[in-house]
């Protein structure tokens, strides 16, 4: 039974909200005359106490004692006798634990968000310096159009603003104080939540008692946030696992986040971008156990919601180690700007540009371009050279009035200086953006 019922080996991270809230129930007590002001300091103490021997280390944590609700609880005791069981009074475990785990929450969705903050300012120096860097841009992994590097990393920037934004929107709906909910029902005695809801930071108390107890949607949304924002650290990763490899040659991963073979001399591992693009299999993972725990539970609180704390907490440890990981690959990434470009020029990245330069110049309908130009593709296909390679006579041969204007517009520089919509690739237009989150995020 012991092992099975304690939580103390993984619940015992959540001691200083414990503290917290014991404290903020503590002086709410006094203050409504529920314990006299004498048992309120001397409660007050004995948590300090406690805070201090947690922090040396000196604390010993019982797994007799089940939670670490109760392993505090029986120390303060200890410490000071009587009035320690005076602090349960008008509160539950259960009310208890929903605060200490929000509490938690609240304080993690601030550090990912610095986190993420910085892997933003990561990625926007990088393409700051490559806002002109031209590369081959995907669809279906081939050969697209011509992009900007500074461009392809601001996607990242996006992602990263909306990961950020769901955070923020959990944190707020999460704000809210269960504590003084007590067991399910309320309690009968006198108590202020607003008060202990103002003392914990929450915008005020949670209206409903059977539900401050029983629900754990706000870890839910954390969780469903998490592996989001894991979802699109695994592209990046992956993208840099193919990038760093022979054949692509876009990137060189740097000592600190490459690894060697212990076999093969000349290997050069990506693998803190293989693990943080596995590390989202088990955020993915903490987010279906949290729901499938979470269904079909009767309200109140039953145990099963105790098993709520491991995959959370591992899916937000695991999550801050990945964006570090990441913000670390990206500061540290060197980029071979010969390599991207000369890969940009393969594939006729510039075929759309050739067509966009008929319905242009030449009035046709975009139609009839894309099949003219799918005609001279494959005739400079055969003959194994480049758009721009191909002589005039033999464009003309397909349409007449092309002229050598049309080589202005078929060079991969000219395709991506060319694409100044807003949100587009265009040197020009990446800087602006550039400058846009750089005002933002300082
Ligand atoms: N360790 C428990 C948990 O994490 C605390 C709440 C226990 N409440 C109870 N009535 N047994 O869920």
């Not at 410490?79 to 009310?95: C, K, M, P, Q, V």
């Not at 071979?336 to 008929?358: F, I, K, P, R």
Request: net charge negative; charged share 20%.
């Amino acid at each position: 039974m012991t092992a099975i019922n304690a939580s103390i080996g993984f619940d015992r991270r959540l001691w200083r909200q414990d503290l917290m809230g014991s404290r903020a129930h503590a002086e709410m007590l006094a203050a409504q005359n529920i314990i006299s002001a004498d048992d309120a300091g001397a409660i007050l103490k004995g948590l300090d106490q406690i805070e201090g021997e947690i922090e040396q280390g000196t604390f010993a944590f019982k797994t007799a004692l089940e939670d670490i609700h109760m392993n505090i609880e029986a120390r303060l005791s200890e410490l000071i006798g009587e009035a320690a069981g005076r602090l349960h009074t008008a509160r539950s475990r259960n009310d208890q634990v929903a605060t200490d785990l929000r509490l938690y929450v609240r304080d993690a969705i601030d550090t990912l968000d610095g986190a993420l903050l910085g892997f933003q300012k990561a990625l926007l120096k990088k393409a700051s310096a490559h806002a002109g860097t031209i590369m081959p841009g995907f669809t279906h992994l081939q050969t697209a159009q011509p992009v900007t590097f500074g461009h392809h990393l601001l996607a990242y920037v996006e992602m990263t603003a909306r990961d950020r934004g769901r955070f923020a929107d959990a944190r707020a709906r999460l704000n809210e104080s269960p504590l003084g909910a007590a067991a399910l029902a309320g309690t009968s005695f006198p108590v202020d939540r607003t008060l202990t809801a103002e003392a914990l930071g929450f915008t005020g108390p949670t209206r409903n008692s059977l539900d401050s107890v029983s629900a754990r949607d706000f870890a839910l949304e954390t969780l469903s946030a998490a592996a989001i924002c894991a979802t699109h650290l695994s592209r990046l990763a992956e993208e840099i696992v193919l990038w760093a490899s022979a054949h692509f040659n876009f990137v060189t991963l740097s000592d600190g986040f490459s690894t060697g073979s212990s076999i093969m001399p000349q290997k050069r591992n990506p693998d803190a971008a293989e693990l943080v693009r596995a590390k989202a299999g088990r955020i993915i993972g903490a987010l279906m156990a949290l729901l499938v725990i979470m269904k079909g539970l009767p309200l109140a609180y039953s145990k099963d919601m105790q098993e709520d704390k491991e995959p959370l907490f591992d899916a937000l440890d695991t999550l801050g180690l990945a964006i570090a990981a990441m913000t670390g690959m990206i500061e540290d990434l060197g980029v071979n700007e010969a390599a991207m470009g000369a890969a940009a020029a393969e594939g006729y990245a510039t075929a759309t540009d050739l067509a966009d330069w008929l319905v242009r110049e030449l009035g046709l309908p975009f139609r009839d371009a894309h099949h003219l130009t799918g005609r001279i593709v494959a005739l400079a296909s055969g003959r194994g050279a480049a758009l721009e390679d191909l002589p005039l006579d033999a464009l003309q041969e397909i349409e007449p009035r092309i002229t050598e204007k049309v080589f202005s517009v078929l060079s991969v520089e000219a395709s991506a200086a060319s694409r100044t919509s807003f949100g587009g690739t265009a040197p020009e237009e990446v800087e602006k953006q550039i400058a846009w989150w750089t005002a933002r995020l300082g």
